[in-house]
């Protein structure tokens, strides 16, 4: 339960830091990992652009993900005409944003380090120019 807890309050931090920009809105989706439908973590837009996010929180240096979780969010993003991006949120440390195309497979599981994300990954100030 406490890792759904601190999901949810990730989620919460990146609604607000959209909202905060002033130019971009944002909307949770909660128990959007508990459906059988596809829907990301969080959907965001300036009229311009719009994001498809699932969103990830960490406490220590690495996270998996499933092949289904980055299937569902591609397709739900290519459906509503969105750019998808997994957020991951490492504590102590922040957000980085990788584009799914740049995920790297773990056995059947996607793999994002902390050191991948620095380097490959983007900041959420680069995510909303």
Not at 41 to 69: F, P, W
Request: aromatic content about 12%; glycine content about 8%; charged content about 30%.
């Amino acid at each position: 339960m406490a890792s759904k807890n601190k999901g949810t309050r990730a989620e919460r931090e990146l609604l607000h830091k959209f909202y905060d920009t002033k130019s971009w809105i944002c909307l949770r989706a909660p128990g959007s990992g508990s459906i059988p439908i596809p829907s990301p973590d969080l959907l965001a837009g300036n009229g311009h652009r719009y994001l498809a996010i699932e969103c990830k929180s960490v406490k220590n240096d690495s996270k998996y993900l499933t092949k289904q979780e980055i299937d569902d969010l591609i397709f739900f993003a290519k459906k509503f005409g969105a750019e998808p991006w997994v957020g991951i949120r490492f504590d102590n440390i922040g957000w980085y944003f990788i584009s799914p195309d740049d995920l790297k497979k773990s056995g059947k599981m996607y793999v994002v380090s902390l050191k991948f994300a620095e380097s490959i990954g983007v900041k959420f100030e680069e995510l909303i120019v």
